[in-house]
């Protein structure tokens, strides 16, 4: 059974730093592209970062890059989304996702991450 | 950005059919692939994907659903709607990124 787990979120002030961590089990995790999308009740979903198999291809979204870096460990089974700078807009809850054929097949829980001082 | 374009919102009764629509302001077909996925999502849970390249059903979804179209106009089926279907439907392309999403579809009961 394909299962994603994410941790790490909670409440941050804006600009600082968060990171999130996404264990994945029940697939050959190396075998599949990654990526992290948010939802907010006003903004609903939104893709944030992809990451290619072997993690040398990443893709961003223009309000996050340079701020987020996404990275995976396929010796660990987990991908990270490192969240730099980070601004009230960016409050949501974040959901780790294997990214296959241009969809995203399994879906983590979510992780809540807010922005507030 | 390619930008998906659903109704907020649509009433069917118990063992109709339903039909929701998705439409691009931008062709999200290729020469081999229509780029189109559909997602179900229930209150206070993750989105599940439903649907893939438009028309083919994702692993352990059941064939009541169904998804069609082409180019622009794209449309998710259920039929027959079932009390456990009760949720948002959300359309994503992935013919250009960034990847986007539909505003979603709340599928209620008349």
């Known amino acids: 059974e394909v299962q994603l787990v994410e941790s790490g979120g909670g409440l941050v002030q804006p600009g600082r730093s968060l990171k999130l961590s996404c264990a994945a089990s029940?697939?050959?995790?190396?075998?599949?592209?990654m990526a992290w999308v948010r939802q907010t009740p006003t903004k609903g979903l939104e893709w944030v970062a992809s990451i290619s198999t072997g993690g040398g291809n990443t893709y961003y979204r223009d309000s996050v890059k340079g701020r987020f870096t996404i990275s995976r460990d396929n010796a660990k089974n987990t991908q990270y989304l490192q969240m730099d700078s980070l601004r009230s807009e960016d409050t949501a809850t974040y959901y780790c996702?294997?990214?296959?054929?241009?969809?995203?097949?399994?879906w983590g829980q979510g992780v809540m991450v807010t922005v507030s001082s | 950005d390619i930008v998906l374009t659903q109704s907020p919102a649509l009433a069917v009764s118990l063992g109709q059919r339903a039909t929701i629509s998705c439409r691009a302001s931008q062709s999200v077909s290729t020469s081999s692939y229509n780029l189109m996925h559909w997602y179900q999502q229930k209150p206070g849970q993750q989105p599940k994907l439903l649907i893939y390249?438009?028309?083919n059903l994702a692993s352990s979804i059941p064939a009541r659903f169904s998804g069609s179209g082409s180019g622009t106009d794209f449309t998710l089926t259920i039929n027959p709607v079932q009390a456990d279907d009760i949720a948002t439907y959300y359309c994503q392309q992935s013919r250009e990124l960034p990847l986007t999403f539909g505003s979603g579809t709340k599928l209620e009961i008349k």
């Open positions: 996702a294997r990214w296959r054929r241009g969809a995203f097949d399994y």
């Open positions: 029940g697939f050959t995790f190396s075998n599949y592209g």
């Open positions: 390249d438009a028309s």
